[in-house]
């Protein structure tokens, strides 16, 4: 397993203190929300996302995605009927994939929920067809930069524009590029699917359809700290070969950052451990 942690559990720190903590604590990677290290991630160089690659691996890390892509700076949406709010946000993404392949990511994740809302007045069909046609554009631009776009399914109380596994897999297989993914948000997962999110992870991890995990808990602390089973999805992950990153991504960091962080490498690496094991008959 490739276990990171999203940054914004530390974003309190220096970035090359997030690095040390991480990697004391048994992470291998971080999945990076572009709006902790920058006010305007526009704003942000490819040189200045080389030296964060190069920082994490001074501390043995990767930086294995960028996250919350569209979360500052405001008026951005991937639904909206305005062109020009359409043409900027397509534009910042654009510059969000540059940067992703600057520091080494592998993944960008989209999740964006108040970005990716329809407008007053606008269907939800609507909105995720608009959604769906961006989403097909960018895939072309992340297969240039070598990199995967993951759409995330979301909660329907955050959104109602891509809330399982199987509407995101439908975009996917309509747009049919390898760069074009989806991925599993275990608390999210088990607030939107029919099915336990193990069994929905097996299916789409079968045809292909996964490049990405987070793991939390449905109370949004982080894995271990509810009542959110983990143990069947690293299964479901370990039983069908997945070879991609895992990561942590808590929104409430109790009973404070670090410890929250700690807990849920231990708590997580010591399921793996587990699931990796060989049964006895």
Known sequence: MKLAICNEVLAHLPFEQQCALAASLGYQGLEIAPFTLAPDPATIEPATAQAWARTAADHGLLICGLHWLL???????????NEQVRRRTFGFLERM??????CGAQVLVHGSPRQRAPEPGQSVDD?????????ASLAERASTAGLIYCIEPLAPATTPVVNTLAQAAAIVDAVG????????DLGASEQAEAQAPEQVLRHHLALGHIAHV?????????PGQGDTSVAPVLQAL??????????????????????????SSGYVRGLWQAVEEPRVM
Do not use: H, K
Not at 214 to 222: P, Y
């Open 71 to 81: 979360a500052r700076p405001e008026g951005m949406s991937i639904t909206t009927t």
């Open 97 to 102: 994939i540059e940067i992703g392949a600057a």
């Open 127 to 135: 909105a995720t067809a608009r959604a769906a046609d961006l989403w």
């Open 177 to 184: 590029s390898p760069a074009l993914r989806t991925m599993l």
């Open 214 to 222: 987070q793991l939390n808990d449905r109370n949004r602390r982080g």
């Open 238 to 263: 370990r039983d069908g070969g997945y070879a991609g990153w895992v990561s942590i991504e808590p929104f409430d960091f109790y009973p404070s950052p670090e410890a929250c962080a700690a807990f």
